[in-house]
């Protein structure tokens, strides 16, 4: 455990205890949080997974889950995207959540409990070592948390080792423009805040690629600061993987997250947003 993830287990470990005691996590301010997901999304789920929505994005719009599929979303926190990719794949599917922080664990339990979903499992662990077999997931999910990692090229390692050949990764997170060096990420917003930990965009894409995933897309979806955006991320698993090579890609996002997490920022509640 780094000093990073610390801080952001603290820092999240209070918010997920804050909805177990009824209160709202977040500020609903259209950038993050349960307001990015469809009234009719939110009408099927718990009010406590609806309130603990941290995310920045939908990545269940995104990812197009079929019946029968296995999914694993990394950074689960109050389950939102599990429950809703529960509901996707159906009873033939089983949808995953990894986090590291137990009170979201324990948060992410209750509301699967609630939804009655039986086809979920909550995991402990860091997302830079993902507990599950090589190539048992058909798709990879994640709401605003890579840009939380602490080792994100070892994330990247860790989601092309747990695909499937042929699977794919519906992931939404924030993105900074390639212009801003990590001195300007951590001066509009702290790291606990999913702002300072940002990846760029070509390092976001150069550190997908340099694990050998293919068919990488960024969109952006809004803007959350200056030169800083929500993004939605796809990429698919080669059928024949070659996941060597393109170790500078790797080097290139190492170099870029030590410098933005030794210059971490302000305090904020949650996900870039004010408590509420
Ligand atoms: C911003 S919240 C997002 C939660 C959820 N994806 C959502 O959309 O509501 C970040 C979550 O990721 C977890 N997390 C952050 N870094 C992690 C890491 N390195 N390994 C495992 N979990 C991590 C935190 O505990 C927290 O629950």
Do not use: W
């Not at 603990?52 to 995104?62: K, W, Y």
Request: proline letters at 3%; a negative charge; charged letters at 20%.
């Amino acid at each position: 455990m780094t000093e990073i993830h610390e801080a952001v287990r603290l820092h999240y470990a209070q918010a997920a205890l804050g909805v177990l005691n009824g209160e709202s996590c977040c500020s609903d301010d259209g950038q993050y949080g349960s307001e990015l997901y469809s009234a009719l999304e939110r009408e099927g789920l718990p009010d406590a997974a609806v309130m603990a929505s941290l995310g920045c994005g939908n990545p269940i719009a995104v990812a197009e889950l079929h019946e029968g599929e296995r999914v694993l979303d990394l950074g689960s926190g109050g389950g939102i995207d599990v429950l809703l990719s529960a509901k996707r794949v159906g009873p033939t599917g089983r949808a995953f959540g990894l986090d590291m922080t137990d009170e979201m664990l324990a948060l992410a339990q209750r509301n699967a409990a609630e939804a009655g979903a039986t086809n979920v499992e909550f995991l402990k662990g860091h997302i830079e070592a993902i507990p599950l077999p090589a190539a048992s997931i058909d798709v990879v999910i994640s709401n605003c948390v890579v840009n939380l990692a602490a080792d994100k090229p070892a994330v990247f390692r860790e989601i092309a080792r747990v695909l499937r050949p042929g699977g794919r990764i519906g992931i939404t997170d924030i993105v900074a423009d390639d212009s801003l060096t990590a001195q300007q990420r951590a001066e509009r917003g702290s790291y606990t805040g999913c702002v300072a930990g940002a990846l760029t965009f070509s390092e976001f894409r150069t550190g997908l690629e340099a694990i050998g995933l293919a068919d990488v897309s960024l969109t952006v979806s809004h803007q959350v600061a200056d030169g800083m955006y929500s993004a939605i991320v796809k990429a698919t698993k080669p059928v024949a993987a070659a996941a060597e090579g393109a170790v500078e890609g790797a080097a290139a996002v190492e170099g870029a997250v030590a410098a933005s997490a030794r210059s971490a920022a302000q305090p904020s509640c949650c996900c870039g947003g004010s408590c509420g």
